[in-house]
């Protein structure tokens, strides 16, 4: 049964194609990778299907009592309650219901015998109902889902105005899967999951009997989760049978079959041209020019599709530092307490470390402590006094200025053409490098900022879940960047097979956290 149907979408934004005639139909238990490089239009897909956002032409319909949960990318919290009082909104009704029948057990203390009968029989049916919902185990149940996703490591009882960026995400894809709506809609949820969480979410939606559309650049993630994919690419979504690996195949037959129908073709025309171009002139064979004309103009002409700009990255070295960048004696990291116990680390030249670790211990903290962004608890940090530091950080808000403008308030001394040619090296055409950051997706914006990053002189790179966004050719050049820089590198990421056969070192804050894990 198909849950939901999108029937000849068109949309656009200005001059620029999102969408062109797309159908899609979503049926019962479907598990669905929406797939697509980097601005090609998914998150925008997602807006569209979840009335956030009218096509310019199209329409799509859901079947009736459907219920659907959507995270995306600018999901927000109100802060004033803790993470358990967002968590147990997701069972508002359940809760509601309660209270009713605590109003009715009142009402039985003044009531005539008539109006008891009923008052027991409408209770016995609420309680029947929330212990068939699992009502009076809601808080284990919480519990079981805040652990598996990171939760329980901040503390339940926190205000949520209090949180990161990458901790509200949390808070928000455990309350919709608590919530276990019918269609679940999900814009990169591992973003700000570790490797556990990651593990533990996988499980959860390989067994989910609902139906999910999932958007995500992690591939290994994406492949072991879905059974279909829709594809975007020029404004056309295709859909494919089976995993991100049968996608990937079935796309690479596809594109070879119409490589070779577009030569066959176009050997075809050169040989119609050659033969009008020698015969339309000659009285004898004049007719048969003009048959072949015909055919020509008939012919329905085969096109490939355009060529993505494939980013390439390189990071500029400045003057190498002394033998030992950084070295740290007795840091304690923390903000109100501490999160470790005293680190005595040594970082050395030409190093490449990966900092891993359980979210919320400290792995953004431990960065920006080390660059002296963020004071230590106790402790002292001491760096090289020739370090030229190259940071990404892993939040960041986008303006409304364009990513040319956002280059050159940093290198003023630039020409358009310098700026230009930088963006387009990291993958950006004319038409993102003259939008504004916030109409941009999260990949586009990464590429913005690594091109900021590629200008500077650097010789120590500090890297704060870098991929979280980008697609899988962005990832592999910067993979081949940073595997090629000569200088000293700190990466925290989420995915070993991002970083694990280009680093030298693991750090792992789990060893060192004084938090229970």
């Known amino acids: 049964m198909s849950i939901l149907n999108v029937e000849n979408v068109t949309h656009g934004f200005g001059a620029r194609r999102i969408l062109e005639d797309a159908s899609f139909r979503l049926l019962k238990g479907e598990h669905v990778g929406l797939v697509g490089a980097n601005g090609e239009g998914k998150s925008t897909f997602l807006n569209i299907i979840t009335g956030k956002l009218m096509p310019d032409e199209g329409k ?21 309650k803790t993470i358990r009082d967002v968590l147990r909104e997701a069972f508002a009704h359940m809760y509601q219901m309660e209270q009713e029948m605590l109003g009715m057990y009142e009402k039985m203390s003044d009531c005539t015998d008539e109006e008891m009968a009923q008052l027991m029989e409408d209770v016995g049916e609420i309680q029947d109902m929330l212990e068939h919902s699992g009502f009076y185990v809601l808080d284990s149940r919480i519990e079981e889902y805040s652990n598996g996703l990171g939760l329980g490591e901040i503390g339940l009882d926190r205000d949520v105005g209090e949180l990161s960026g990458g901790q509200r995400t949390k808070v928000l ?50 492949n072991s989760v879905v059974n279909v994919v829709y594809h975007i690419e020029d404004a056309i979504l295709t859909r494919y049978k089976g995993n991100y690996d049968d996608f990937t195949a079935m796309y690479e037959l596809k594109k070879r079959q119409l490589e ?36 020509l103009d008939k012919m329905e002409i085969i096109e490939l599709g355009r060529e993505k700009p494939k980013p390439i990255f390189a990071f500029t070295p400045a003057r190498s530092t002394g033998r030992v960048v950084i070295e740290t004696k007795d840091l304690v990291l923390g903000y109100d307490e501490p999160l470790t116990a005293p680190l005595n680390l040594l970082l050395e030249k030409g190093q490449k470390v990966a900092i891993k670790g359980v979210n919320g211990l400290g792995k953004s903290t431990l960065l920006k402590t080390l660059l002296g962004i963020q004071p230590p608890i106790s402790g002292t940090v001491e760096l090289d006094p020739y370090v030229e530091t190259g940071y990404f950080e892993q939040e960041h808000a986008a303006g409304s200025h364009t990513a040319l403008d956002e280059i050159w308030r940093e290198y003023p001394g630039m020409t358009n053409a310098q700026v230009r040619g930088a963006l387009a090296k990291c993958g950006l055409t004319t038409e993102h490098i ?68 280009i680093v030298s070192d693991v750090w792992n804050l789990d060893e060192w956290t004084t938090k229970i894990v």
């Not at 799509?60 to 004033?80: A, E, M, P, R």
């Not at 025309?269 to 020019?289: G, S």
């Open 173 to 222: 894809l455990t309350k919709l899967l608590l919530e276990n709506p019918m269609i679940l809609i999900l814009d990169e949820p591992t973003n700000f999951l570790d490797e556990n969480h990651i593990t533990w979410l996988k499980n959860f939606l390989q067994n989910y009997e609902n139906a999910f559309i999932l958007v995500s650049h992690d591939i290994p993630f994406l």
């Open 260 to 295: 070779q129908a577009y030569e066959k073709q176009q050997k075809e025309i050169a040989h119609l041209e050659d033969f009008i171009a020698r015969n339309k002139a000659r009285v004898a064979t004049t007719n048969m020019a003009k048959s072949r004309q015909k055919k």
């Open 60 to 80: 799509v319909s859901w079947c009736n009592h459907i219920t659907t949960g959507y995270l995306d990318q600018s999901s927000t919290l109100t802060k004033g």
């Open 434 to 501: 003259e939008s504004q950051l916030k109409v941009l997706s999260g990949g586009e914006n990464a590429k913005v900022r690594l091109c900021k990053l590629m200008l500077q002189s650097i010789n120590l790179l500090v890297l704060d879940e870098p991929t979280n966004h980008l697609d899988t050719d962005a990832k592999e050049a910067l993979k081949s960047a940073v595997a090629d820089f000569k200088g000293t590198v700190l990466l925290v990421s989420h995915e070993p097979e991002f970083y694990s056969d």
